[in-house]
């Protein structure tokens, strides 16, 4: 055989195993067509009260860390319960040859994609709000509210307040949803009180992952209703919640004192939250190279002592600031500031820099949407936010604040580093929600954005990852707050020894793992072309 004639031969040979591997990536794309085409006709002909959009479903490809983009095949808008049940009972029904997911959107507050999925039906719960708030006060002495999965945590202090009541534990930012801050805890400054917001329902109303509509509750279900407390999504919607209430104050004296040393303002608020009647809020924050005292804070914040306080120089210092609120009524304003006058002077703060405010209680609970609406303003809300929430237990919280704070973090302009502890017996370990094994430990949420022009997401993504790593090192022994990993080894000993539980729950609730596919713990079970 001649030279040519073999260079020939090879190259039809090429040939062929190229058109070959072309007819078979046609044949996989057309089945994927035929797939999602006939998905579609079939989904088109659910009966449903709400609708299924496929055309304008770009909005819930986006979520606030604006790094994840996954197109879904469309979006559901259910006026009902039932409508959420149809659909999943029809993709349940379609078993593992639809690689149909599901996927639940609060208002997308994730931060890495965790209400998104790509090709399958996303259900935007805010839909669901239509079922009207129920504030249930009389005939008891515990109130409560049913309220819808997609309602935002806003509305439902709205509605409360009408009757004199509200939720006892929230989050920072109350425009998100009830199911989605249900899904993984719900921290804030009461959580030292009354533990995270999922110690704080009565009961559920779920549709799971074979589409059957189930309320659970300590007593009823109670497999479900712990499961899905904390359980990212992943054994079913969550369309219904009662949440406790309390007596609602009208209003709030808000404090804030700084220390240099991050010890004793840990102390302190260890001090504090162990205090039964001390605060009715305890948070912190870390302040890191800024000069100029405290910009931001003059427009809502008064020093005790104006003289003083502007002796007060931050030198680009790291200054732990302590942020504790006393809520009131107007009858009782002496009273209360004569308490909160005793309870400082058992602090070991920098004397000169107490500096407070008095606000309604609404003000106070939606503090953050002032910010939200500067942001927006300034266009710096919608960026990037490579946030990292951390829980870190207390006998290794300071080793983690030597190490972190002013040494791998070195300038906090970009957004809040938020630090304050909370006690482990408020939360209720049957739940999948996951935390340090301690009594007490501590929410370290470093919640920078990537502005345009300041630092770059990867730049903050490495700095995330060099914390990470030194916690490691270091055996801080912390756990991630809205957790984010892609290997099952990963999320194996995130969830230590919850992990067999839950996995038992998921093969209980969602067998086909069709729930929640964006937090990427489990893969949806698909049979393969063959
Ligand atoms: C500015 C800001 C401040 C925040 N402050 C706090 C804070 O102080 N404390 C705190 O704990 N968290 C805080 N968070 C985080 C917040 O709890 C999460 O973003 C959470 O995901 C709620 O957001 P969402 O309602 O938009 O849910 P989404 O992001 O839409 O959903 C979150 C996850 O839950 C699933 N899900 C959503 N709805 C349901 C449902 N009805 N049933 C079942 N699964 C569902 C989704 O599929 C997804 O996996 C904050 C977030 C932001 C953006
Ligand atoms: C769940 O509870 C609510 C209110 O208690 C009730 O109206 C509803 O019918 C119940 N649903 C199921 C499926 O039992
Ligand atoms: C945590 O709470 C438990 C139960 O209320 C209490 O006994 C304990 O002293 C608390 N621990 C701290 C350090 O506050
Ligand atoms: C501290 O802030 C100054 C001025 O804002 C900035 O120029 C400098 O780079 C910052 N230092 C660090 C270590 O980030
Ligand atoms: C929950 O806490 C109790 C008491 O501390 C402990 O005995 C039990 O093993 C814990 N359960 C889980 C699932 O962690």
């Known amino acids: 055989m001649s030279y040519l004639h073999a260079r020939l031969l090879r190259k039809r040979n090429m040939l062929i195993v190229r058109s070959f591997i072309i007819l078979l990536l046609s044949c996989i794309a057309f089945k994927l067509a035929c797939c999602f085409s006939s998905s579609i ?9 709400g609708h299924l959009e496929f055309e304008d479903v770009h909005h819930a490809s986006k979520d606030f860390g604006n790094r994840y983009q996954l197109l879904p095949l469309a979006v559901l808008h259910p006026k009902s319960v039932s409508d959420i049940a149809s659909a999943i009972r029809h993709i349940w029904t379609m078993g593992p040859h639809s690689q149909l997911t599901v996927a639940a959107r ?12 790509r090709h399958g039906i996303v259900i935007h719960m805010e839909s669901l709000q239509a079922q009207k708030l129920q504030v249930h006060s009389a005939g008891g002495p515990a109130p409560y ?18 009757y004199g009541l509200a939720p006892k534990s929230w989050t920072d930012y109350l425009h998100l949803t009830v199911g989605g801050t249900l899904s993984n805890a719900g921290i804030s400054g009461q959580a030292f009180r009354h533990g995270p917001q999922i110690s704080n329902v009565h009961q559920l109303e779920i549709v799971t992952g074979k589409g059957e509509i189930l309320n659970c509750s300590e007593r009823q279900n109670s497999d479900l209703f712990h499961g899905v407390l904390g359980g990212l999504g992943q054994f079913g919607i969550i369309t219904r919640a009662r949440i406790a209430l309390e007596p609602a104050p009208t209003m ?11 010890s004793a303002f840990a102390r302190d608020q260890e001090r504090l939250i162990a ?30 002592d104006p003289s003083e306080a ?37 602090l070991s703060y920098i004397s000169s820099t107490l500096f407070s405010s008095e606000v309604t209680y609404e003000e106070f609970l939606d503090r953050v949407h002032v910010s ?9 809300w919608e960026v990037p936010h490579p946030w990292l929430n951390l829980l870190v237990p207390r006998s290794t919280m300071n080793e983690f604040a030597k190490g972190v704070f002013g040494n791998i973090l070195t300038d906090t302009s970009n957004g809040p580093v938020i630090v304050y502890p909370v006690n482990k017996s408020k939360w209720d370990n049957r739940t999948s929600a996951v935390t340090p094994e301690e009594e007490v430990f501590y929410l370290v949420a470093i919640l920078t954005s990537a502005v345009p022009g300041k630092e770059r997401v990867e730049e903050i993504l490495k700095r995330n990852q060099r914390i990470l790593e030194f916690s490691e090192e270091a055996g801080v022994g912390l ?12 999320w194996r000993s995130h969830f230590g020894g919850k992990w067999e539980e839950f996995v038992r729950r998921k093969s209980r609730y969602d067998p086909l793992g069709m729930l929640a596919p964006g937090q990427r713990i489990f893969d949806k079970a698909v049979a393969s072309y063959s």
């Open 479 to 490: 756990k991630q707050y809205l957790p984010h990993y892609t290997t099952r080894q990963e």
């Open 252 to 262: 709030v004296k808000w404090m804030r004192v700084l220390y240099l040393d991050f």
């Open 106 to 117: 609060g208002r997308g507050h994730s931060l890495e994609g965790q209400a998104q999925t």
């Open 310 to 346: 502007s002796q007060f120089k931050s030198d680009g210092r790291t200054l732990y600031c302590l942020e504790v609120a006393k809520y009131f009524k107007l009858d009782n304003k002496d009273i209360i500031n004569q308490e909160v006058k005793e309870s400082l002077s058992e």
């Open 145 to 162: 509210v049913d309220a819808s999965g997609g309602e935002l945590w806003i509305n439902i202090l709205h509605e409360t307040l009408k």
């Open 372 to 380: 939200e609406i500067k942001l927006r303003s300034k266009g710096q």
């Open 41 to 49: 006709s079939s989904l088109k002909a659910l009966p449903l009260v």
């Open 275 to 304: 205090a039964d009647n001390k605060f009715d809020y305890i948070e912190g924050f870390v302040i890191i190279n800024r000069t100029g005292l405290l910009n931001s804070w003059r427009l809502t914040f008064t020093p005790e």
